[in-house]
């Protein structure tokens, strides 16, 4: 994760399963991490959650507004691990 940064992090709890939503922002444009379990336990998948249409600046792919752009990010899910690391340490920190 050296050439961007998550900011602006917000997590809710979900009630449609057990575990949590993790809204975020890299360069700008949103992001959601879905995270498993009743504990913040294990990451899910993390997609785009563009307010506007735009290229993504981590996978450069074109991505349309939420809800119709809502692919995986594949670059960021290649830095799955470590964003969940941060996202966690955000949880407990609560
Ligand atoms: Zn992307």
Do not use: W
Request: proline content about 4%; hydrophobic content about 35%; aromatic content about 14%.
């Amino acid at each position: 994760m050296s050439h961007y940064s998550a900011t602006n992090i917000k997590i809710s709890k979900l009630s449609i399963f057990s575990g949590y939503q993790v809204l975020f922002e890299v360069k700008g444009h949103s992001y959601q991490m879905l995270v498993g379990g009743g504990g913040f336990n294990f990451p899910m998948n993390i997609i785009h959650y563009f307010k506007e249409d735009g290229k993504c600046p981590v996978c450069d792919k074109y991505t349309l507004t939420y809800p119709m752009g809502q692919q995986p990010c594949s670059g960021l899910l290649r830095d799955k691990m470590m964003l969940f690391d941060l996202f966690q340490r955000k949880f407990q920190s609560k």
